[in-house]
Structure formats: C-alpha cells, structure tokens
C-alpha cells in the first residue's frame, strides 16, 4: 500500500510512531523533496481519514507499527496518495485484497443496492460482510457520513 509505505518513512527514519505534525511535514516536503508543504499537510488529512494516523496530544501518532513496514528501495510515492478514496471505494479494495475481483465486488454491491434500495456504500459493506471481509471501521465510516457528524 503506498499510502501506508509514505506515512511510514517518517516514522521509521525517526525510529518512532510518533512526531509533531510540523517534523512530519518537513520530512516528506523539505527532507525526502517527495511534496510540496501543503501537499504533505494534505497527505496527513488523507492518511487521518484512512486511520493510518492520529492527533494525540498534539503530535501525529501512526495507528500502525511503521517499522513493520517494507519500503522498496528508491521508493517515491505515486501522486495519488494525496486522493481520498470514497468509502465505496475502500469497501471495494478490501474485497478485491480479499480475493474478490473488481468487476464482480461492484456487480454484487450494484445488484444488493438495487434489491434493497440502500446508497451504494451500506451495498457494498453488506456484500463484504457477507463474504467474510471485515469493514468494520469502513462502515462506521460510512455510517457517520450519512449522519453528517460523529453520532
């Protein structure tokens, strides 16, 4: 995963799973010159909203154990770490990682979406419920966009 692979080299170059957001920043932007400074502030929204990081006491905590981690040699992220994937997208991922081709993961959630008159999300995630693929915190994800907050 190369947003997990990105969040983890600061980390690792650090030797902790905690740093100030700042030193972060700086590290991906000015250190590794992979992003500009905003795009690197933008890389720790994408990566709170995927929950590979947390605000803990005002410094970035990684939720994962980055030293656990293999970064390729020469690694440099793709471009596209910096885009939010919908919590559609997330359910379908996990079902293809599961084994579940793409095109059949997207006909199954379109077929339950149909057949029970759900937004295409809540499809999605019961289809993977269903084969076993654990969504657990995609679908609490999916449940507070649909209620606009936190609830």
Partial sequence: MSLETTVAVPFRSAGTDRMGEGEFVVALSLDRDWFSPD???????????????THENGD???TFDPSGVTV???FTPDSDVLT??????RVIDRLVAAGV????AVAAANERQSEIAVSLETAAV???RERGVDVADTAAAARTDLLGGDD
């Fill in 39 to 53: 795009q690197a502030k933008r890389l720790v929204d994408v990566a709170e909203g995927r929950g590979l990081l």
């Fill in 60 to 62: 970035l905590r990684a």
């Fill in 72 to 74: 390729p040699e020469n």
């Fill in 84 to 89: 939010e994937q919908s919590t559609f997208e």
């Fill in 101 to 104: 081709e793409k095109r059949e």
């Fill in 126 to 128: 019961l289809v993977a």
